[in-house]
C-alpha cells in the first residue's frame, strides 16, 4: 500500500505544478484598456458666467411696440381680402375691402341734397337783396324784409347740414377700404370673404416687426429695484438656450390690481435679432448690479454625500473634480459654481456613477453617440481578449 501511494506522489506534484503555473501565467497578462467613451456635442456643457443669479425675475412674451387692431367702421359684407397672415403691407395698402353699394347710394343723395341746398340759399339771397331795395324805396313792409331774412336764414342752416351729410357719406365710402396704417406684416387675420361685419368688429392686426420687444410683469416686491436702462437678460420660447440681451425702457406706473405685478418692457440691444414673430413666451432678468458668477446646468452635478462633484474634459480624458456650489436658481436650474471651475470649462452634461477619473474620450460628429457608448476601437482589442 505504501509502495503504491509513492508512485502516485510524483504524478500529484506534477498535476499540482502544471495548475498553478497557469494561474501565474494568467496573472502576469497585462489588463485590458479601458474603453474610450464617445462625446457627442449634445454631451458637453460650457460653464457660463452670469450676474443675474437672485435679480428680479421677469417673465412675458416678445411684442411688437407699434401694432393696430383695424375694426369695421361700417356696417357691410367683405367683399376682398387682399392679405392674409405674415404677408408684408405698405403703409395706405389695401387690405379688406367691404360692399359700398348701400354708403355709395347715400353719397349719391347727399351730393344732390348739397346741390338742392346750395340752390335754394342762392334763391333766398337773391330774393333778400331785392327786399332790401324795395324796403329802403319804401315800396315794402318791414315784416317782408324780416320775413326774407328768416328764409334766407333757413336755407343757410339746409345748406350747412346738407355740406355735414356728404362728408360723412364720403367718409362712409372710405371706410369700406381698410388700409395699412403703417409698414408692417399682417399678423391675425379675422374675416372671410363673403362675412358680414358690424360695427366695432376687429377684422385684422398689423405689427411692426421692426419694433419687437420684450414685455412683461415683476413682482411689486422687487419694484424699489429696478430703473430705467438697466440690463434685461432674457430667454424666448423657440430659442434653445440663447440668451437675448436688452434694457428696461419702461416702467409702468400702477401694478395689476389682481396679480399684485408691475409691467415692465425692454428694448433689444439688437433688434436685427429680435424674433419677427409676436407673442412667444420669455423669461428673464433685470441686472440690478448683482456680482457676477460663474454658473453651471443643476444636471451636471453629481451629489456624493456633502461633496459635489462634475466631469470636467480635460483634452482628451475625463477628470473628475470637486466642487464648491452656491446660490439655485430655481427658475433656469443652474447653480452658482463658487470654487472649482473657471469660465469656459467644458464639463459632461448628464454624467453617470459609472465613470472613472482619467478615462479617456472620443469626440465624435453630433448624434453619434451619448456618454456611454464605448469607442469602436476598443472592440477590436476586448474580442482579442476572448478568444
Known amino acids: 500500500m505504501n509502495t503504491r501511494l509513492a508512485s502516485l506522489l510524483p504524478l500529484t506534484l506534477l498535476i499540482l505544478a502544471a495548475c498553478g503555473g497557469g494561474k501565474g501565467d494568467e496573472a502576469k497578462k497585462p489588463a485590458a484598456a479601458q474603453p474610450a467613451l464617445l462625446i457627442a456635442p449634445e454631451d458637453v456643457r460650457a460653464v457660463g458666467q452670469s450676474g443675474l443669479i437672485g435679480a428680479p425675475v421677469v417673465t412675458g412674451a416678445i411684442q411688437p411696440a407699434r401694432r393696430a387692431d383695424l375694426r369695421a367702421e361700417v356696417a357691410a359684407v367683405v367683399l376682398q381680402v387682399a392679405r392674409d397672415n405674415g404677408e408684408k403691407v405698405r403703409a395706405g395698402e389695401l387690405i379688406v375691402r367691404?360692399?359700398?353699394t348701400a354708403i355709395r347710394d347715400s353719397l349719391a343723395s347727399a351730393e344732390?341734397?348739397?346741390?338742392?341746398?346750395?340752390?335754394s340759399s342762392e334763391q333766398t339771397e337773391r330774393v333778400l337783396a331785392r327786399q332790401r331795395t324795395l324796403n329802403q324805396q319804401g315800396m315794402t313792409s318791414m315784416q317782408a324784409l324780416e320775413d326774407a331774412e328768416i328764409r334766407r336764414n333757413a336755407a343757410q342752416?339746409?345748406?350747412?347740414?346738407?355740406?355735414a351729410r356728404l362728408v360723412t357719406?364720403?367718409?362712409q365710402m372710405t371706410r369700406t377700404e381698410i388700409r395699412a396704417p403703417f409698414d408692417g406684416v399682417v399678423s391675425e387675420r379675422k374675416v372671410s370673404v363673403g362675412d358680414t361685419v358690424q360695427v366695432g368688429r376687429e377684422i385684422?392686426?398689423?405689427?411692426?416687426?421692426?419694433?419687437?420687444?420684450?414685455?412683461?410683469?415683476?413682482?411689486?416686491?422687487?419694484?424699489?429695484?429696478l430703473k430705467l436702462g438697466q440690463a434685461v437678460a432674457f430667454r424666448i420660447n423657440g430659442f434653445g438656450d440663447a440668451e437675448f440681451k436688452g434694457k428696461l425702457s419702461r416702467i409702468d406706473a400702477a401694478a395689476n390690481a389682481t396679480t399684485r405685478q408691475v409691467e415692465v418692457a425692454a428694448s433689444f440691444d439688437d433688434p436685427a435679432q429680435a424674433p419677427q414673430v409676436a407673442g412667444l413666451y420669455a423669461?428673464?432678468?433685470?441686472?440690478t448690479g448683482a456680482q457676477s458668477a460663474l454658473v453651471l446646468a443643476e444636471g451636471s452635478v453629481l451629489r456624493q454625500g456633502d461633496v459635489a462633484i462634475v466631469w470636467k474634459l480635460q483634452g482628451d480624458?475625463?477628470?473628475?473634480?470637486t466642487v464648491e456650489i452656491g446660490a439655485r436658481d430655481e427658475r433656469r436650474g443652474e447653480v452658482v459654481v463658487a470654487k472649482g471651475l473657471a469660465a469656459g470649462d467644458e464639463v459632461l452634461r448628464a454624467p453617470t456613477s459609472t465613470l472613472t477619473d482619467g478615462q479617456k474620450v472620443q469626440?465624435?460628429?453630433?448624434g453619434a453617440g451619448a456618454a456611454s457608448a464605448v469607442a469602436s476601437t476598443a472592440k477590436p482589442a476586448a474580442v482579442a481578449q476572448a478568444k
Request: glycine share 6%; proline share 2%; no cysteine.
Open 98 to 100: 367691404l360692399d359700398a
Open 112 to 119: 344732390e341734397a348739397l346741390r338742392a341746398a346750395t340752390q
Open 157 to 163: 342752416s339746409e345748406l350747412a347740414a346738407a355740406k
Open 169 to 171: 357719406a364720403r367718409q
Open 204 to 225: 385684422i392686426k398689423v405689427i411692426d416687426p421692426k419694433s419687437m420687444r420684450f414685455e412683461g410683469q415683476v413682482s411689486a416686491d422687487r419694484l424699489g429695484e
Open 283 to 287: 423669461e428673464g432678468r433685470v441686472n
Open 317 to 321: 480624458t475625463l477628470k473628475k473634480v
Open 363 to 366: 469626440r465624435v460628429k453630433a
